[in-house]
């Protein structure tokens, strides 16, 4: 039995459907904090059972039998993060999972700006101090992101951001891919190394290939790092959002999230997906309702 968590989130579904295509769906199981999200699943065959991190009880029920276990990494930092973390390794390693697979970044370091990639890495080390095999996906940075930073920008023509630095921007699919062979195979051991989109791209770059796919100019504008924290607490953020967010820059400008490898395209035998690629298949998020 293959358990994933985090099967209603983009990531968790995605490594669902490309589980199904390699194993039968009696063999895939799904921990989810709210059943009726994945009631589609269970109408497939896929076991689907309730599950909280935060809740002991109802992590043994979701990950029982479990050979193997996805651990996709929570939508929260700080220690609580890594508490829930190490709550779900607990629960797979009492279940009985041979193997445990985590959703880690490229960026992981104690010593990051960037608040989740602090998390990452203290996960790690409750990985590799559970006594079980393990793998830790480190997921190039997400190219959905480079959509959200778009969103202001396509209504303003300027993409108004602190100084950055280059960012391997990853497809999820791409890394779903990854983590259902991680799931069903013995090629990727321990932390791995970066699984990376195929170029390193900054925001200036976001904003020409943006600008290219919409018809829309857009400038790419660089703003202080407090400015950019202001803007963001005068729009309604938390402050410890506003700081995340400044790390992920200051992170960025450190070039935590530049490094491009094969590894992923290797694992997954094709090219991986590019930024423009992803942009392209989401113009009606950048709003643009017809294909150019």
């Known amino acids: 039995m293959i358990i ?53 009880v109802s992590s043994a029920h979701a990950f029982e039998d479990a050979s193997r ?39 992981a370091s104690p010593s990051s700006f960037f608040a989740p990639m602090v998390d990452h890495a203290a996960t790690e080390v409750l990985l590799r101090d ?21 969103g202001g920008a396509m209504k303003t023509g300027e993409l108004a951001a602190p100084q950055d630095g280059p960012v391997s921007w990853t497809s999820h699919d791409d890394l779903a891919e990854a983590a259902a ?59 410890h959002v506003a700081d995340l967010l400044v790390g992920m820059f200051a992170a960025s400008r450190e070039g935590r999230f530049a490094e491009v490898g094969p590894t992923l395209a290797d694992l997954i035998g094709r090219p991986t997906v590019p930024l423009r690629e992803v942009l392209e298949a989401r113009r009606t998020d950048l709003g643009v309702s017809q294909p150019l």
């Open 130 to 150: 559970s006594g079980v095999a393990f793998t830790a996906l480190r997921n190039g940075f997400y190219a959905s992101s480079a959509l959200m930073l778009l």
């Open 69 to 107: 276990v996805l651990v996709v990494s929570v939508d929260t930092s700080g220690e609580a993060a890594v508490r829930l973390h190490g709550a779900a390794i607990e629960a797979a390693v009492r279940a009985g999972a041979e193997r445990v697979v985590y959703t880690s970044h490229m960026g």
């Open 4 to 56: 994933v968590s985090g099967a209603n989130g983009k990531l968790g579904r995605a490594v669902v459907e490309r589980l199904l295509l390699r194993v039968e769906a009696d063999r895939v199981g799904v921990c989810v904090r709210d059943p009726d999200g994945a009631r589609g699943l269970a109408g497939r065959g896929v076991r689907v059972r309730q599950g909280d991190f935060a809740d002991a």
């Open 181 to 239: 062979i991680a799931l069903t195979g013995d090629v990727l051991d321990g932390v791995t190394p970066p699984l990376t989109g195929p170029a390193s791209i900054d925001l200036a770059g976001v904003a020409a290939i943006a600008s290219e796919v919409t018809g829309r100019p857009i400038r790419r504008v660089v703003v202080p790092d407090d400015d950019y924290r202001a803007g963001l607490l005068a729009h309604g953020l938390p402050g």
